[in-house]
């Protein structure tokens, strides 16, 4: 195209703005009108895809991490041939495809779920890390950022690891338009204070004037031909641009224009110009995705062994056996036990430093190409990557998540290293599944499980050594459980899970020596949990205590309640959790303090039991 309908073509891309947030009385179509051009020229001249084949290993990728101007993406599909006119004028309605924020759950050529801002460039460098180094066919990465977001600090952890990875394959373009949701955003348009932060970090920077077609189009190649660091367009647009009543105005965020037809008079009518994209290059995935025989590590009956050690070596033994699985750390490798796998696949590990939105962001991104990543850190710091780990729920992202270091089990590092709250966190997700193992042989079968899962998987594992209970060759199923011991005179069931599965084979002891018969079930799937052990224990023992080294709020207790939703008798239920402020103690000085420990469950045990007799 050149430059006459590079501008023609922009304006075509505004109508559809307008017009789909006018059919569908809501959307934002004036930061979608200031990134048009931008669009435009990227769409025409600079990128490679075959939309036919949203899976060919030569297609460049785009990320919409402003993914309120999705009236923009869509009115782009529509000129690239992908969506009919009329399948525009679905926007936001209720079983379109064209939805408020676009996901890839709906529309093959999207890469990631964005929306909340601040994770587009995130998952965008993990796009370009997987391109880089892993699939090495040449694609690059284009992402088009708002202002506005560059306020999250999510931004400038993908910053400083694009930068510090030599990404030269990943171009963010950033739609300066100086006006966020509530008024002007923090910089206006000072495009050098932009520039100077990017170049801070290691950037190429870019400024140009984002409605200037053929600056633009200068732009975009020299980021292509770039090399050794990412680039920055930092590009000074008009939020409504080209309409007179909105352009550059306060107080029009995510409001569709009060006057369509009128608008779209003024922006020269309708038009219905087509993109032929270019094509990608005739390439082929230069790494070996090997996929065989592999033996897990094995440890014997009895053998003290931290769950934590166990994921490394898994990690590890898997990595070799399936050339897709890919590691990530926030760098605490040697406490997660991920250095294993960095020693013996240095290729497939990425070190994302304390850094944990990224980590997770990179784990998404890697997984959109196709890899099967675990990202590992203490179990409270994966508390700062909730946002990411809930958009990637959104996109139907595959992604492994281990979170070490759990619960006041820790001992004396307190309770800012103590992960108490992301069962219920990780529990919360969407299709979601949460495993926590209790032993070594248990922890490894469930590492090799997770990668045939799909959505969000996580693993708890812990810092201490506990001793083996299950051989090798046990088997696990998710949403299974195991009964560890029982009888037919049974007064009560135990039910724990990792540490406290240990705790509560311990009070089973205390009680037997007091006559009290007691079943233990570790509940190793917290998420799906065993409905139908656990309503078989109510059924024959009337007496439940779950035991958790988590907060009483939406972790194993609730996980158990979730077994009696379907309108059965509840059973006397007692909760154990960690209900105080830990300090600094000892593991068994906390569990004793927080009420989790043997004697603390027995004493629950005998109260109960004693409750429950009926004069």
């Known amino acids: 195209m050149n430059s006459a309908e590079l501008v023609d073509l922009g304006q075509q891309l505004r109508v559809d703005s307008v017009r789909a947030s006018a059919a569908a009385g809501s959307g934002h179509p004036t930061s979608s009108m200031s990134a048009a051009d931008l669009m435009a020229v990227l769409l025409a001249h600079h990128f490679h895809y075959d939309p036919d084949r949203p899976a060919h290993p030569g297609n460049d990728r785009f990320v919409l991490s402003k993914g309120h101007a999705s009236p923009l993406m869509y009115a782009a599909f529509k000129a690239a041939g992908?969506?009919?006119?009329a399948e525009l004028l679905t926007f936001r309605a209720l079983g379109s495809a064209l939805e408020g924020h676009p996901t890839p759950r709906r529309l093959p050529w999207v890469e990631t779920a964005t929306g909340s801002l601040g994770q587009g460039l995130p998952v965008g460098v993990g796009i370009a890390l997987a391109g880089a180094r892993l699939d090495r066919t040449g694609y690059r990465v284009w992402v088009l950022c708002?202002?506005?977001?560059?306020?999250?600090?999510?931004?400038w952890e993908a910053a400083e690891q694009a930068a510090y990875e030599h990404l030269d394959n990943l171009t963010a373009i950033v739609d300066v338009n100086r006006l966020g949701q509530r008024g002007p955003t923090r910089h206006g348009h000072d495009l050098d204070a932009y520039a100077r932060r990017f170049a801070a970090f290691g950037w190429h920077t870019v400024e140009v004037d984002g409605h200037d077609v053929d600056a633009i189009d200068r732009a975009c190649a020299e980021a292509r031909s770039t090399k050794g660091q990412p680039t920055v367009i930092l590009a000074r647009t008009l939020k409504g641009k080209g309409v007179a009543s909105v352009e550059d105005r306060e107080g029009l965020h995510g409001k569709p224009l009060k006057d369509a037809d009128e608008a779209v008079a003024e922006l020269g009518g309708r038009r219905d110009h087509r993109i032929r994209l270019q094509e990608p290059p005739d390439v082929r995935m230069l790494h070996a995705?090997?996929?065989g025989d592999y033996e897990l590590p094995a440890w014997d009956l009895g053998e003290e062994v931290p769950t934590r050690d166990a994921y490394g070596k898994a990690l590890t033994a898997l990595g070799t056996g399936r050339g897709d699985v890919v590691a990530l750390d926030g760098e605490v490798g040697d406490s997660t036990r991920a250095e294993l796998f960095a020693k013996e696949h240095?290729?497939?590990?990425?070190?994302c430093y304390i850094a944990e939105q990224q980590m997770v962001a990179a784990a998404v991104g890697l997984a959109s190409r196709g890899w099967v990543p675990y990202a590992a850190t203490f179990a409270a710091f994966l508390t700062r990557a909730h946002d990411f780990v809930r958009m990637a729920s959104i996109s139907g992202s595959g992604i492994n998540l281990v979170g070490s270091h759990a619960g006041v089990a820790?001992?004396?590092?307190?309770?800012?290293?103590?992960?108490?709250?992301?069962?219920?966190m990780m529990r919360a997700v969407h299709g979601s599944t949460v495993l926590y193992p209790c032993d070594a042989n248990q922890t490894a079968r469930l590492v090799a499980t997770m990668a045939g899962l799909d959505g969000i998987r996580y693993l708890r594992t812990s810092r201490g050594k506990t001793p083996v209970l299950y051989?090798?060759?046990?088997?696990f199923p998710v949403g299974g459980s195991k009964?560890?011991?029982?009888?037919?005179?049974?007064r009560l069931t135990l039910v724990a899970a990792g540490v406290t599965v240990h705790e509560a084979l311990d009070a089973a002891e205390l009680l037997e020596r007091e006559g009290i018969a007691a079943r233990v079930i570790d509940l190793y799937s917290v998420k799906p949990v065993d409905r139908t052990a656990l309503r078989r224990a109510a059924e024959e023992t009337g007496c439940l205590i779950t035991v958790e080294d988590h907060r009483e709020e939406g972790g194993l207790g609730d996980a158990v309640l979730d077994a009696f939703t379907d309108g059965r008798p509840v059973p006397?239920?007692?909760?154990?959790?960690?209900?105080t402020m830990p300090g600094s103690a000892s593991p068994d000085e906390q569990l004793h303090a927080a009420g989790i420990d043997a004697e603390s469950i027995a004493v629950a045990a005998r109260l109960l039991v004693a409750e429950a007799i009926v004069p």
């Open 471 to 475: 051989p090798p060759d046990e088997e």
């Open 146 to 155: 708002g202002d506005s977001e560059l306020a999250e600090g999510s931004v």
């Open 410 to 424: 820790i001992g004396q590092d307190g309770p800012s290293q103590m992960g108490l709250e992301d069962l219920a």
């Open 82 to 85: 992908l969506i009919d006119d």
């Open 346 to 351: 240095p290729d497939r590990y990425f070190e």
């Open 572 to 579: 006397r239920l007692v909760r154990l959790a960690v209900r």
């Open 289 to 291: 995705v090997r996929t």
């Open 483 to 490: 009964v560890l011991r029982s009888s037919g005179a049974d």
